[in-house]
């Protein structure tokens, strides 16, 4: 969890919540930007478990207008989640899923990787519970690369610039623990994003994590007709893109499973 370089946090207590901002991020940390109606240019879209806010609010800087940002909630998936769907047992705030996000995606932007910069975790503590939120800088005028296959707009080079971003995070001890096609997003001049690095960590570089997490990638590509089917003929242009300048060390990920 913590790395010597761990951006540094501003605490705010509102009561029962916790606010942790990012000193230096676009936006000044405050318990509005979790209050829905706040921001403007407000929608929300359903994802996974729940829905995603998309707002507007100004920069920390004047002169620099408004930031778009995107809110997420947690919750609890599987039997749990059908019982508690938003609680989580208190083992101490550091510990808390916003916070790690927060520190671990804001790191990894400060590394100068494929990762949208984030913004504030606040935690809402009710006795031996929690309940939390992230927000985070939105990628504009982007769409995920699920999408983007979709409505066949994804070429070759765009499947290799995905393999080239995973590859970077890897390289740099990222481990994505749900690396998925709907958690890469290509932005309008085909950059490709890694978004969603709940649970997520930094490791130390083996091989066996990266072929097992690029095997995650693969399957989620298999769960959908269309996906599978484009994946079949494109798969080795994101597995060009990942092991370009040599590939890391060890043999690279197998083959797509048929």
Do not use: K
Not at 57 to 66: C, S, V, Y
Not at 160 to 188: F, P, Q
């Amino acid at each position: 969890m913590d790395h010597p370089d761990s951006p540094r946090l501003v605490t705010a207590l509102h009561g029962p919540e916790w606010v942790l901002g990012v000193e230096g991020s676009p936006v000044e940390a405050s318990i509005d930007l979790f209050r829905p109606g706040a921001g403007t240019s407000e929608h929300r879209l359903e994802a996974g478990r729940g829905h995603v806010r998309f707002f507007r609010w100004p920069a920390r800087e004047p002169e620099e207008g408004e930031v778009g940002l995107v809110h997420r909630s947690y919750y609890r998936g599987g039997l749990p989640g059908r019982l508690v769907r938003r609680r989580y047992l208190w083992t101490g705030l550091a510990r808390t899923r916003p916070v790690r996000e927060l520190v671990l995606a804001a790191t990894l932007h400060r590394w100068g990787l494929p990762v949208p910069d984030a913004v504030a975790a606040r935690v809402h503590r009710r006795g031996p519970t929690w309940e939390g939120d992230l927000v985070t800088v939105e990628v504009p005028r982007s769409r995920t690369l699920a999408d983007r296959i979709r409505e066949g707009s994804a070429p070759p080079q765009l499947w290799a610039a995905a393999g080239r971003s995973v590859r970077r995070l890897h390289d740099a001890g990222a481990w994505h623990a749900d690396l998925n096609v709907r958690n890469l997003l290509a932005d309008d001049a085909d950059r490709i994003w890694v978004i969603d690095w709940d649970r997520g960590q930094i490791r130390r570089v083996r091989p066996g994590w990266r072929q097992s997490n690029l095997l995650r990638l693969r399957r989620s590509l298999s769960r959908e007709p269309a996906l599978d089917a484009a994946a079949r003929e494109r798969w080795s242009c994101l597995m060009e893109g990942y092991m370009e300048d040599g590939g890391p060390s060890g043999p690279p990920a197998p083959e797509p499973v048929q």
